[in-house]
């Protein structure tokens, strides 16, 4: 996948590209408004990436200009305004998603993937890992083809996984992921560790190998070794 | 006690006061008159009796036209010549003692002296003195009366700016929209003091204002470190290549940058209802939130075996700003499992009037009041904010509504009172 992170916080902008790149995207990173009109007009992307804040110019405005020049391409909003109206707007000019900083890369990834997934295959295609296969668009997921029963928080619990697959997974991030902004994470800890019991017990009841490690105080990993 | 009162009261025992000394004195003022006006009547009988006995005293037989008022006595020791006095004489017509004047005098009719006292009937006048008093008691408790309710009246027009401004200062809030106006008055006091409470209010206003601003700018500007800081953190949970105990650090410092990041979330979250800046309201429907947030919860509810009971009226509409009432309802349900037991209920009661959420649990340790207190967490729950029921009353008091905290039957019980009169 290739994508464009405007973003004028260069150390925020590494961090996305770094965090990315070993997912095997290839990013670019501009840090103003100009350089990202340039970039947008002269280059293919399948996603970008954006600040709504730039040192010279909107964020919107280039969602704006995107849409004017019928670009095909997933747009994530990355703000610090968290206010309604800045994430109604985004998403009425038509972002994809709109993510509050401070945000946790997982949750971005995970983000990215889903979005591509809908404008690359329309949210048919089959997200296939090992024996597990998911269904997005049906919200269903497999174990050797056998269809499993989740709960809506497992399935995007698995499809978290997935998508971040063989890193380490905080739960923080798992949290924000699943619950949204102002969740009181006391209990979304136990949320989480409640969710993950489920998953586990029933991926492993279909026959499925133990992927869910536990990292001890941190989160959890999801991958082979 | 009110000043108009006391005023008006002060006004009225002065008043009393003087008006009994002035009465006092008036009666006495009054007789005396009166005396001196008998006595001089007296006088001019006297002359005109002394005229009649020289014309009589040849000859004698003649009777004075003497009524009985008239007291003739011979004597034989000489007397003091003349003397006003008061008299009790009886009056054998009404058979009563009456009061007279009596004027009393040594008349000489050849070489014999006669003690001749006249009198005068005091009744009358008396009388007349009595119904002067009473008519100027009711002519002057008549004025006071008048002149107090007048000036009640007229102190009370220009106290009105007064107590218009108690009232308004009673009702100042420093985060109120409103602007702060108070009512001019033509007493230079009242607009003195008019005139402080406006530029203190002001400059208290700017300063919080100030302030808030401050605060808001600076959360605003965390928001972009946090978010380097933990993105530099993540990537460095990632590299794989440390040992336990570094994993272990980091992972700590984590933990507490991500603290801070919900933190400040929720505390630009907080300003923000405060500031009132969730505007559009429309009808939410909470019946359909409710089921929307237990389905999402129900793995929760299942691993803490517990049985929710729901008594709701599914037409209900609350109109609310519909993300302020997602954000409310959450809270409140997550609070209900938060603190339920294993094997608890959950109780949730919808009606037009409230909505009620109760859930099974011990007895709180403190004081119910410090609920709905910030940065109130209770020790069983060390990783919470403490600002979930904060929240709660924050979105509640904007909208005019109320919530109450109760325990009933071994139940907490949260309830929102929806106050729509």
Known sequence: MKILIVEDEKPLSDSMVEYLAEEGHLCEAVYNYLDATEKITMYQYDCIVVDINLPDGNGLDLIRLIKRQS????????????????????????????????????????????????????????IIFNEIKLIPEEHKAFVHDVEIVLTKKEYELLLFFISNKNKVITKAGLAEYLWGDYMDLADSYDFIYTHIKNLRQKLI????????????????????N | ??????????????????????????????????????????????????????????????????????????????????????TLLFNPETSKYALYRQLGFVKTVHNQDYYIQIFKPLEETDRLIIRIIIMMNILIVVIILTLIIAN?????????????????????????????????????????????????????????????????????????????????M??????????????????????????????????ILLAKIENRQFPESKPVNPAFMINHQLESLEDLIHAKNITVVKHMEDEVTVLMNPYLAEILLVNLIKNALRHNITGGELNIELTKEHLKIANSGPQLQFDPEKLFKRFHTSSSSPESLGLGLSIVEKITTMYGFKVNYSYQNNMHVMEVVFLKA
């Not at chain 1, 703000?79 to 971005?108: M, Q, W």
């Not at chain 1, 009841?205 to 082979?224: H, M, Q, S, W």
């Not at chain 2, 985060?175 to 003195?192: G, K, T, V, Y």
């Not at chain 2, 994993?247 to 410092?253: E, G, M, P, Q, R």
Request: hydrophobic share 40%.
């Open chain 1, 71 to 126: 670009i095909t391409l997933g747009i994530i909003i990355i703000s610090a305004l968290n206010s309604l109206e800045n994430r109604i707007e985004g998403l009425e000019i038509g972002a994809d998603h709109y993510l509050t900083k401070p945000f946790h890369l997982a949750e971005l990834n995970a983000h990215l993937k889903s979005v591509n997934r809908r404008i690359s295959y329309g949210g048919s295609n089959q």
């Open chain 1, 205 to 224: 009841k279909k026959g499925c190998e133990d992927y869910i490690k536990t990292i001890y105080g941190l989160g959890y990993k999801f991958g082979l």
């Open chain 2, 1 to 86: 006690m009110r000043l108009l009162n006391k005023i008006t009261l002060n006004l009225f025992a002065i008043s009393l006061f003087i008006f009994m000394i002035g009465m006092v004195a008036f009666y006495y003022v009054l007789r005396q008159e009166v005396d001196s006006n008998i006595n001089l009547e007296l006088k001019k009988r006297e002359i005109s009796l002394n005229k009649e006995f020289d014309a009589a005293h040849s000859s004698i037989s003649q009777t004075v036209n003497l009524s009985d008022t008239i007291i003739i006595t011979p004597i034989s020791q000489p007397r003091a010549a003349e003397t006003f006095s008061d």
């Open chain 2, 152 to 232: 009640r009246h007229s102190s009370r027009q220009d106290w009105k700016v007064f107590y218009d401004t108690i009232a308004k200062i009673n009702n100042y809030d420093v985060n109120s929209h409103e602007e702060f106006m108070l009512q001019h008055s033509d007493i230079r006091e009242f607009e003195d003091l008019n005139r402080v409470l406006s530029t203190m209010t002001e400059r208290i206003k700017n300063d919080y204002l100030n302030l808030k601003e401050y605060i808001e700018n600076a959360s605003h500007e965390i928001q972009t470190p946090l978010a380097i800081i933990n993105s530099k």
């Open chain 2, 234 to 267: 993540e990537l460095l949970l990632q590299s794989g290549d440390m040992k336990e105990k570094q994993y272990k650090t980091v992972a700590d410092a984590y933990e507490a940058s991500n603290r801070l990041s919900r933190l400040n979330k929720t505390l």
